[in-house]
């Protein structure tokens, strides 16, 4: 039953959750995004997000690489690595 209750409630949302932005070793980083629409639309969702936090300190987000999984109860999940980058 809870199961189903968080389910309806993430359908109903229809909003997109974040990871921290988390730094890697070689100064790029990596952000994964979920949410109930197409890969397409979560990869879109996570880019934006780059973008964000690349512009706090003027810089452009520049995209390394995409993958992409479904967690349990079917939302679409990207991960992205990228690299702040100057514009």
Known sequence: MK????ALVTV???CTSYSVVEPLADGSYMLTASDVHSRSDV???ASERAEKFCARNGKGAQLID???????????????TFRCTTR
């Open 66 to 80: 995409v993958t992409y999984g479904t967690r349990f109860a079917g939302p679409q999940q990207a991960t992205i």
């Open 43 to 45: 990869s879109e969702n």
């Open 3 to 6: 199961l189903v209750l968080v």
């Open 12 to 14: 109903l949302c229809a």
